[in-house]
């Protein structure tokens, strides 16, 4: 494996996006099983269920807040010149 390769798959899994480096083989795969036209397999409901939790568990709880004044307008388009709404 490459030395890019790895840093890529161990922030993936920082990050919590995959647990493994398996993992990242796995989705390689369905990705390209989509592009040859492979049919998804098969799966039932409970199955269905339990990867959509396993997906949704793999994702960080952590909610940012951000200040009112960092959702204003002004705020937003600041770089662009735009103050109080005018250029």
Not at 36 to 64: C, M, N
Request: net charge negative.
């Amino acid at each position: 494996m490459k030395p890019e390769q790895e840093k890529i798959l161990n922030q993936a899994i920082e990050a919590g996006l995959i647990t493994s480096p398996e993992d990242a083989l796995d989705e390689g795969l369905r990705s390209i099983e989509v592009k040859l036209g492979y049919a998804p397999k098969e799966q039932s409901t409970e199955e269905w269920i339990a990867r959509f939790h396993a997906w949704v568990d793999s994702h960080g709880w952590q909610t940012v807040v951000l200040p009112d004044e960092a959702m204003s307008r002004d705020s937003i388009y600041a770089d662009c010149g735009l103050v109080d709404g005018k250029l």
